[in-house]
């Protein structure tokens, strides 16, 4: 059964760059032709497209984030990861990780403070 | 981008209500659209995906349909497990993807 799980520091000083990491059992990242991607929900409001990384390693990122956004794969340890630049405040948010739009993360808190 | 227009914002229903939410897309994304019902302090979950698919698991209830740049939920007769908040979200896999602002479906 495919499960994803998001980790990474629950704080991040403004500024500084959020890393997270979801890890993914019972499928493999690099054999699967699937999309692999986040989202974000700030408190209280909506969902957020980040972006997405083809298994063959292409990739689409938001263009409201894309020139702080680095999405990628490492297929030794079957991991998705998100670096976020120069956060502020309003990257504070819940970040869940995806296989495309059916099998998501819990998600994890994030919040950029200092 | 495909923006993703998502119609009411806020919806009061009863139990037992057949229920409708709208999503526009700005252009077209033909069939690629999926349906989530979120529920504070959890993950979304999806209902329905390539639009009309309904994922494994979901009652019969919901129900999606249309392609190009509308798209619509229903829920057949509401019930007290489906007051939730609903996202539409395209994924067109030659653009970035996109959410609509979601719909609360609220007791009335």
């Known amino acids: 059964q495919l499960r994803l799980q998001e980790s990474g520091p629950g704080l991040v000083k403004p500024s500084e760059t959020l890393s997270l990491t979801c890890t993914v059992s019972?499928?493999?990242?690099?054999?699967?032709?699937?999309?692999w991607g986040w989202i974000r929900q700030p408190p209280g409001k909506g969902l957020e497209w980040i972006g997405r990384?083809?298994?063959?390693?292409?990739?689409y990122y938001n263009p409201s984030l894309k020139s702080r956004v680095t999405i990628s794969v490492d297929t030794s340890k079957n991991q998705l990861s998100l670096k976020l630049d120069s956060v502020t405040a309003a990257d504070t948010a819940v970040y869940y990780c995806?296989?495309?739009?059916?099998?998501w993360g819990q998600g994890t808190l994030v919040t950029v403070s200092s | 981008d495909i923006q993703m227009t998502q119609s009411p914002s806020t919806l009061s229903a009863s139990v037992g209500d057949r229920v409708t939410i709208t999503c526009r897309a700005s252009?077209?994304?033909?069939?690629?659209l999926a349906w989530y019902q979120q529920k504070p302090g959890k993950a979304p979950k999806v209902l329905i995906y390539?639009?009309?698919s309904l994922e494994s698991g979901v009652p019969s209830r919901f129900s999606g349909s249309g392609s190009g740049t509308e798209f619509t939920l229903t829920i057949s007769s509401l019930q007290p497990d489906d007051f939730a908040t609903y996202y539409c979200?395209?994924?067109?896999?030659?653009?970035?993807?996109?959410f609509g602002q979601g719909t609360k479906v609220e007791i009335k």
């Open positions: 390539l639009a009309s």
């Open positions: 019972g499928a493999s990242i690099s054999s699967s032709s699937h999309y």
């Open positions: 990384i083809y298994y063959s390693g292409n990739t």
């Open positions: 979200q395209q994924y067109n896999p030659y653009s970035p993807w996109t």
């Open positions: 995806a296989r495309a739009v059916r099998f």
């Open positions: 252009q077209s994304i033909n069939n690629w």
